[in-house]
């Protein structure tokens, strides 16, 4: 049983399966009616989903936004949080580390297993229910933890609030990529995510005037931390039975298997084993080192402001590098904005390269720019700040370039993807052990050789893939004033099926909404 929880082969529909269905393709009308009755669609059933328009993706995208929100917040409550149990704790920066690796480990157990199971079976809708009911269980643990001041528990109940966050995100990550036209699928992973960035950047500002205030006279009173995950555990149960009664559409692995025949006349595709699908795992291998570098620049970014700062107090120091960790999150949510709005009108692999090559620019000017010996290093703290920028954009656009054209593989990809996230939970851990001997500013060599590894990606896409991706920004599926009717279709032309299917002509007509 497990090893079928694992693999999920048996939950996905075959080319048959697909091929029949397609003989009357539902229309994305009767998707939008079917979500109404709250019910979960087979995973093998054509729901006609895949053609949804922009404007009836409108409402479903905008209430999935608010999760990325939701662990935006969590994750930048995380990074502030490694630095106060340093100090209310007295623990090393590497014992801190095991915030971040419970936190990031749950991504390994979760989309691979129950979670990626759950959202083949049940479709997004509970899933969605399933991730936000297991991170209110996660918040509401804190409060013990806090009472015992034990690490130990803290740890713990991180691990069920990431466990609960990696099951959103094995839902809400594909779920954004897949519901509206394929080709604007990096637009509105890019434009989802930057809210997820807004989060990360009110987490800081709320820490520094609430979980850093009334802190005691020594600087380790806790009591502030189970307020504040007391009314994040009241919220996210409220917002579960909300999205128990809001307009989600199921897009099934049997709907991306038929847009992807639609569009194989310009994409070249080829429906290949998951086995076979390199891109997806090339995009695993990039996933796993950025986000465990980037987890690991924002997991210590405070404790290298306060490395920067020899003329502050330690306590003081830590305020501030929390308020200035607030500033670097803007940017980093400006980043999202801003490669948002560039692939409004460039290709999503060139945005990805130019970002990838300028963090490396930039996290070594921060590791080689030492500042006067006992005053403020504001050289390299100015470059730090500026490699979050360009993080922005690179795990949603890794994410949807990876799982472009996996048809009827789309979910179970789109878990692999959202597992290598634990790459939150290693890459940290060495940065933090290395920083115990070395100091934090030199150790960011730790996360500059993992940003190398995942540079490799977008150079073979940009090498190899071009022509394919760029074919998916000219498809006109799901563009209003379009809908492909009848059997087996494509965007322009005929598709030759081969032996056992007949070929048939595209059928376009206007669009009835």
Known sequence: MGLKLFAGKAQEPTLDEIHEQQQRRPSAAEAVAVDRRRKSVSDRKVTGASQITVRQSIIPVSLVTVLFFLW???????????????????????????????????????????????????????????????????????????????????????????????????????????????????????????????????????????????????????????????????????????????PIPEVTDADMADQAEMTQASTGYVDKPLSKQYTLFWGVAAQFSYVGAQVAIAGYFINYYVQARPDLDVTVSHIQGANFYAIAQALFAVGRFA????????????ILLAFQTLIMVFISLAVAISGPKDGANWGGLSMLMIVLFFESCIFPTIFTLSIRGLGRHTKRGASFIVSSICGGAVIPAILGNVADHIGTRKAMV?????????????????????????????????????????????????????????????EVSPSRH
């Not at 915030?99 to 509970?126: C, D, H, K």
């Not at 528990?153 to 099951?167: A, D, K, W």
């Not at 490669?339 to 060139?350: E, H, S």
Request: aromatic content about 18%.
């Open 339 to 350: 490669a948002a709005f560039l692939m409004w009108f460039t290709k999503p692999r060139w």
């Open 72 to 246: 935006g917040f969590a994750y930048g409550l995380l990074d502030v949080l490694n630095s106060r149990f340093q100090v209310a704790l007295n623990i090393t920066q590497g014992q801190s580390s095991g915030l971040q690796g419970a936190y990031f480990g749950a991504y390994f157990i979760g989309p691979l297993t129950y979670s990626g199971w759950f959202v083949r079976r049940f479709g997004y809708r509970y899933t969605f229910m399933l991730g936000l009911s297991i991170y209110c269980v996660g918040a509401l643990m804190f409060w013990p933890s806090a009472v015992k001041r034990s690490f130990g528990g803290f740890c713990g109940s991180m691990f069920i609030v990431g466990s609960g966050l990696s099951t959103l995100e094995t839902s809400a990550n594909p779920y954004i990529a897949v519901c509206g036209p394929p080709k604007w699928s990096e637009f509105r992973l890019e434009l989802a995510q930057s809210f997820q960035a807004v989060g990360s950047v009110v987490a800081p500002v709320l820490a520094s005037y609430v979980i850093f205030k009334n802190v005691g006279a020594d600087g380790k009173s806790l009591e502030s931390v189970q307020y504040v995950y007391l009314g994040i555990a009241a919220f996210v149960g409220l917002l579960a039975i909300v999205f128990y009664f809001s």
């Open 446 to 506: 730790v996360p500059l050789a993992f940003f190398v590894i995942a540079w490799s990606f977008p150079i073979y896409l940009n090498l190899y893939k071009g022509k394919e991706l760029d074919a998916y920004r000219e498809s006109k599926v799901g563009v209003e004033g379009h809908e492909v009717r009848g059997s087996v279709s494509v965007d322009e032309g005929n598709l030759e099926k081969g032996k056992e299917f007949e070929t048939n002509e595209l």
